[in-house]
């Protein structure tokens, strides 16, 4: 059974930087999609970005980067000058649309931004 388990939050001074890591068990990292979203207080969870195992990003903050080892099968979620407003839990999602198709969630690490 394929899992995702996210690794790298902890508290961090606003300005600073995290990256956290997205480790994929139970498969491999093809023709798929991994997600990054934020999870605030309200529990909606935004997107932050995105990279396909093609290597095609999509990002919705420059601050941000997002990579991918596939022959680890791994993924990557770079985060630089970080503000108390990105804090949160961020999850990584993969998502595949062909057969066999699925959406995977992890279990999530916390993120605080504070001083």
């Known amino acids: 059974q394929m899992q995702l388990v996210e690794s790298g939050g902890g508290l961090v001074q606003p300005g600073g930087s995290l990256k956290l890591s997205c480790a994929i068990s139970?498969?491999?990292?093809?023709?798929?999609?991994m997600g990054w979203y934020r999870q605030g207080p309200g529990n909606q969870r935004d997107f932050v970005g995105s990279?396909?195992?093609?290597g095609t990003t999509d990002i919705a903050d420059a601050r941000f980067t997002i990579s991918a080892d596939n022959r680890k099968n791994m993924g990557y979620l770079e985060m630089n000058n970080l503000k108390p407003e990105d804090s949160g839990v961020y999850f990584c999602?993969?998502?595949?649309?062909?057969?066999?198709?699925?959406?995977?969630w992890g279990q999530g690490t916390q993120v605080t931004v504070s001083s």
């Open positions: 999602r993969l998502q595949r649309k062909v057969t066999p198709t699925y959406t995977i």
């Open positions: 139970g498969g491999r990292f093809s023709a798929a999609t």
């Open positions: 990279i396909t195992s093609g």
